[in-house]
């Protein structure tokens, strides 16, 4: 059907066809991302790549045998091998490389060699009447998928039609949304092809970023921004009389990722593509995401994340592109026919990791990478002895048990909890991609011992670093590599970034149980350990206690496996996200590592993409810096130090102060309309956005805050200002702790609503569900950022970025990437304050005993005393008592030791405040410095340092 409509599309036919229809035509081309492939028959279908036998796809490790298949390959075997990757037929990956159509030039990062053109001459001269025609259909659909106001108009319209099945009575801004969003994605698809051909004809090294997590935020905006088409898709919008904020709002927030290292991860992949490197991220699509926060009764409660409740627009499945996935079972051990031992792995369950891709535009260039998600498909054979038993609802329950292992996104603390879902969920993720990527190195090279020369595989922290021992597997059970070469190619091939030193991140396995998922994999890690512990007594002879300490197995509580062990041992690089927790991993988490391989260490401080966190979360700045300076900015974000030749212009200080007063009356609206909370956008907003954690001391703020409240009962401050206190973020489930903070945040915040003369000047505000689009909203409205984790145990924290990039003072520690941002913006424009990493650690090491030494002031003696006695909690007023005699017996993590200092930092802070002339200066100058924590800079110093491939 579909190809009886596109040959229609030939020239000669296409004067017929009015534009509404080609439109509709041109989409339904373009559904599935290989619209070309429809040309396919004008092919010849047996020399067609896409006839590799199925099973070599679905399972992508292909035995031994077909090793020898494909050692001879022709020099069109890169462009062949992008075929089948996208089901485009040959003669058009040769228009392709050969165009010369009108369309823009592509830019560097998609620009061919001569050898890839050279290997295009190949192509068979028959094919010229089919290149002809193909030709005249892809501008045909060029034309119908132009970028401009009349042509989104009509693919808007049309997917409201086709796609959801509604007409303009019953289309609800879901269905406008879900529309825009295909009509946006149907562009970026001619892009991908053009981008995944460039990366096979150039032969380019690719990068696999594994990563559990993806903190991605709703995309339709940044996709919008990204393509160059946000201002003539808000015309459409406009002209179809459609609210484009109310459809962007409806727009479901893709939140797999409970905080930093996902939210990373989606910088990175946008870095990746803008930069245009051949990257493609690696994750699991979760069908329920973060859980959704709500406040019942001032305490946290945790709802399911259902973001796929009506699927998603921007997903591409691939039902095709899958790996059988096994657990359990027996290693049995036999001899091959040379009389090898050779190990057989038979797992008892199985599952399919299908692929599920999500397209992923660089800004203002080209390209379009892929963000490829896994979800667990169970096998059809899967429940065939229920069936046969006639027991079908048993049946259903088997595959569906299978099919949960893609079901949710574990919570930040689930370490404790659900681990063998979690080690499956792991290991699933690792073997589908270890699998695709080694699928993709065969089809244009004909051995495995190069893979290392043509892939780099970044694990996003400790959780993807089985695939170590799973790569190894392949190697030596699949492919039939002797260890040390396989030894040899994993050692090359594997990356590891860490991305925190609290032991809950750096996985421990109990033995019995990794034996349990994973059997084979537990004997190749014993092998490695063997081998490596060889290693460590020969470098350091008689040291068994450093043994010890560096096996990947420790004996307590029980036997387990160190997985961040396994990730220094396997990779050849360790990084850790800022200058100061790269010295920390170094020097102290692992330094037993570093002094036997001092070379593998090195930092990189994490960044943030400024299209996200500048120009789309505050257009109003964006547009006031891009009149000024232009806007290479984005690019470029050193570009922004020559906003410091303003900071002196009252006219340009006047218009930074006003975009910030819009923002916050934005924000002041949003909470009112969606919270029913008021803000006063007047107000100094002092905004703490972080997972709740107790190293994260969100406690010291909210005491701060009491201290304050306490004061103001006898009488007004002098400096009459007024200040807003807003905390966002989530507890994990099981962290009571972090619980109990959020119930004490909220119970202050009812106290002083409730006192009139508290309230004239104080507001506290906790806003539920904390997420990547609300940051969007608070971020640009912030004056003062809460940046105070204890010192050290903050890996990089990003959040402290993006609130400067929008202006905001920091009030911080000197940990994780605070220290490099107070580097950048100077001490006169960030207010620091506590005991540095190296004076925490003294502390915790118990050279010094805080709470020995430690006598709370008067004043933070009352403040202890107003929480410990129900002044918050009237209802109940132990209900915080508790909470002050553990703080008062164990300090962990020095809220009571690092109030003083807290405490006077502000009363600068709020000094600052009282000129706001010179707040808006420093305010500026921290804009102005932030262009080191780009992530683009990020992406370059991964690529030049560690991934060795050209940005
Ligand atoms: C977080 C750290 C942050 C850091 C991000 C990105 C996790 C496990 N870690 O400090 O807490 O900015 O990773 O590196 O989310």
Not at 121 to 142: E, H, K
Not at 690 to 704: A, D, F, G, M, V
């Amino acid at each position: 059907m579909r190809l009886a409509r596109l040959k229609a599309l030939q020239p000669g036919f296409s004067r017929a066809i009015s534009s509404k229809t080609l439109g509709t035509l041109a989409s339904a081309l373009y559904r599935e991302g290989k619209g070309r492939a429809e040309c396919r028959p004008m092919s010849d279908p047996k020399k067609s790549p896409s006839r590799k036998p199925p099973a070599s796809v679905e399972t992508g490790s292909q035995p031994p045998s077909a090793r020898a298949k494909r050692a001879k390959k022709s020099s069109v075997a890169p462009l062949m091998a992008s075929t089948q990757e996208h089901g485009v037929a040959p003669a058009l990956v040769e228009t392709e490389c050969r165009s010369t159509d009108s369309r823009p030039p592509v830019p560097s990062a998609l620009s061919m060699r001569p050898q890839s053109l050279s290997a295009v001459a190949c192509v068979s001269s028959g094919a010229q009447r089919t290149l002809r025609s193909a030709r005249a259909t892809r501008r045909l659909v060029d034309d119908a998928l132009a970028v401009d106001r009349a042509s989104l108009k009509l693919s808007v319209a049309g997917h409201v039609a086709y796609t959801q099945g509604k007409d303009e009575l019953s289309a609800t801004a879901y269905d406008y949304f879900a529309a825009a969003a295909r009509a946006t994605r149907d562009r970026l698809f001619e892009r991908w092809n053009r981008t995944q051909q460039a990366y096979y004809c150039n032969n380019r090294r690719r990068v696999y970023y594994l990563s559990m997590e993806y903190l991605l935020g709703r995309l339709f905006e940044d996709s919008l921004l990204n393509l160059g088409i946000h201002e003539a898709m808000a015309a459409a919008l406009g002209e179809l009389r459609v609210d484009m904020a109310a459809l962007v709002q409806a727009e479901p927030e893709v939140g797999l990722g409970n905080g930093g290292l996902g939210r990373l991860a989606a910088c990175l992949v946008d870095s990746s593509a803008t930069l245009g490197l051949p990257c493609t991220g690696y994750g699991i699509r979760y069908e329920y995401g973060c859980f959704e926060q709500q406040i019942v009764d001032g305490k946290q409660v945790e709802r399911a994340d259902n973001w796929l409740r009506y699927g998603s627009p921007w997903e591409v499945q691939r039902p095709d592109k899958r790996y059988l996935v096994q657990f359990g079972g027996k290693v049995a051990e036999q001899l091959d026919a040379a009389g090898r031992l050779v190990f057989v792995w038979r797992g008892d369950e199985q599952v399919w990791a299908v692929a599920n891709d999500y397209l992923v535009p660089g800004f203002g260039n080209e390209t379009v990478n892929t963000l490829r998600l896994w979800a667990a498909k169970a096998t059809r054979g899967f429940s065939l002895d229920y069936v046969t038993d006639g027991d079908y609802i048993r049946a259903v329950e088997a595959k569906n048990a299978s099919e949960n292992l893609s079901r949710v996104l574990f919570p930040a603390d689930s370490a404790e909890t659900s681990r063998e879902l979690r080690l499956k969920q792991e290991y699933f993720l690792v073997t589908a991609t270890i699998k695709d990527a080694i699928a993709r190195h065969q089809k244009s090279h004909s051995s495995l011992a190069t893979l290392a020369d043509d892939a780099v595989f970044q694990l996003n922290d400790t959780q993807p670093g089985v695939a170590v021992a799973e790569l190894m597997r392949l190697l030596i059970d699949e492919y039939g590599f002797i260890w040390d070469e396989a030894w040899a190619i994993t050692t090359r091939a594997m990356a590891y970034t860490n991305h925190t030193v609290a032991p809950e991140a750096l996985e421990l396995w109990p033995v019995a149980l990794f034996e349990a998922v994973l059997p084979r994999h537990l004997q190749i890690i014993y092998e490695i350990n063997n081998r490596f512990l060889v290693e460590v007594r020969a470098r350091f002879p008689g040291d068994e206690a450093r043994v010890i300490r560096m096996s990947l197995f420790g004996d307590e509580p029980v036997k387990h496996l160190r997985m961040a062990h396994l990730c220094l041992v396997g990779a050849f690089a360790v990084n850790g996200g800022s200058e100061l927790h790269g010295r920390i991993l170094r020097d102290r988490l692992f330094r037993d590592f570093a002094e036997l391989w001092p070379q593998k260490f090195l930092a990189i401080t994490h960044g943030i993409t400024p299209r996200r966190w500048l120009k789309k979360c505050n257009p109003g700045l964006a547009e006031l810096i891009t009149a000024r300076i232009g806007d290479k900015w984005t690019l470029d974000l050193y570009q922004l130090r020559r906003l410091g030749s303003f900071v002196t212009d009252p006219e340009f200080l006047e218009q930074f102060r006003q975009v910030k007063r819009v923002n916050k009356q934005r924000l002041a609206t949003v909470l009112k309309e969606l919270y029913r909370i008021e803000f006063d956008p007047s107000s100094l907003l002092d905004v703490h956005l972080k997972p709740i954690h107790e190293y994260q001391r969100q406690l010291l703020n909210i005491l701060h805050v009491v201290a304050l409240y306490l004061n103001s009962r006898t009488g007004l401050p002098k400096h009459n200002a007024k200040r807003t206190f807003l905390f966002a973020g989530k507890a994990a489930p099981g962290a009571a702790a972090a619980k109990e903070i959020i119930q004490l945040i909220v119970a202050v915040a009812r106290v002083i609503d409730d006192d009139p003369v508290a309230k004239q000047w104080l507001k506290v505000i906790f806003v539920p569900n904390y997420g990547v689009s609300l940051a969007e909203l608070i971020v640009p409205a912030a004056d003062l950022s809460e940046q105070i984790a204890l010192a050290g145990a903050e890996a990089s924290g990003t959040g402290a970025l993006k609130l400067a990039l929008n202006g905001a003072l920091t009030i911080g520690t000197a940990g994780g990437a605070n220290l490099e941002l107070l580097e950048a913006v100077g001490s006169r424009n960030f207010f620091q304050f506590g005991r540095s990493a190296s004076e925490v650690e003294g502390i915790q090491s118990h050279k010094c005993q805080p709470e020995r030494s430690f006598v709370p002031s008067a004043e933070l003696s009352e403040v202890l005393n107003a929480v410990a006695s129900g002044l918050f909690s009237p209802e109940e007023p132990k209900r915080f008592s508790g909470l002050v005699a553990t703080l008062l017996a164990k300090d962990r993590v020095l809220v009571l030791a690092d109030f003083a200092t807290y405490r006077i930092c502000h009363r600068d802070a709020l000094e600052v405040w009282g000129d706001q002339a010179e707040w808006a200066r420093r305010s500026i100058m921290n804009t102005c410095n932030m262009g080191r924590f780009s992530s683009d800079e990020v992406i370059r110093s991964y690529a030049r340092d560690i991934w060795k491939v050209e940005a």
